[in-house]
C-alpha cells in the first residue's frame, strides 16, 4: 500500500503564490508518475500537473506558465510551486501517484484564492 500526505494549502490573496508538498510512503517502485488534480465546488477533477521518475512534466493549459512540479526521488515527494494564482484557481488539490494500472490518491488540500 502507498500513503500520499499533502501539506501546504491555504488562503491566499489573487497574484498571490503557494507552494503545495505530498509525501509518499509505503511500497513504492520506480517508474511511476506523481501529479496533482483539483476538483472546484460542483465540477470534476481535473490535471493539473504530472511528474515522471525521470522528470518529464505535462500541465494542464490552464496552469502553463504560472505553477511548477519538481520532485524529489529520494524523499518520495512531490512538489507544485504555485504562482500568480487567480481565484479560478480555488480548488481541492489533491496528489496522485501511479505505476501501471494502479493509482493511489491523498485526501486533498483546500487551496482558497481569494481577498
Known amino acids: 500500500q502507498v500513503q500520499l500526505v499533502e501539506s501546504g494549502g491555504g488562503l491566499v490573496q489573487p497574484g498571490g503564490s503557494l507552494r503545495l508538498s505530498c509525501a509518499a510512503s509505503?511500497?513504492?517502485?520506480?517508474?511511476?508518475?506523481m501529479g496533482w488534480y483539483r476538483q472546484a465546488p460542483g465540477k470534476e477533477r481535473e490535471l493539473v500537473a504530472d511528474?515522471?521518475?525521470?522528470?518529464?512534466?505535462i500541465y494542464a493549459d490552464s496552469v502553463k506558465g504560472r505553477f511548477a512540479i519538481s520532485r524529489d526521488n529520494a524523499k518520495n515527494t512531490v512538489y507544485l510551486q504555485m504562482n500568480s494564482l487567480k481565484p479560478e484557481d480555488t480548488a481541492v488539490y489533491y496528489c496522485?501517484?501511479?505505476?501501471?494500472?494502479?493509482?493511489?490518491w491523498g485526501k486533498g488540500t483546500l487551496v482558497t484564492v481569494s481577498s
Open positions: 509505503g511500497s513504492i517502485f520506480s517508474p511511476n508518475v
Open positions: 511528474i515522471t521518475s525521470a522528470g518529464t512534466t
Open positions: 496522485k501517484l501511479a505505476r501501471f494500472a494502479i493509482t493511489y
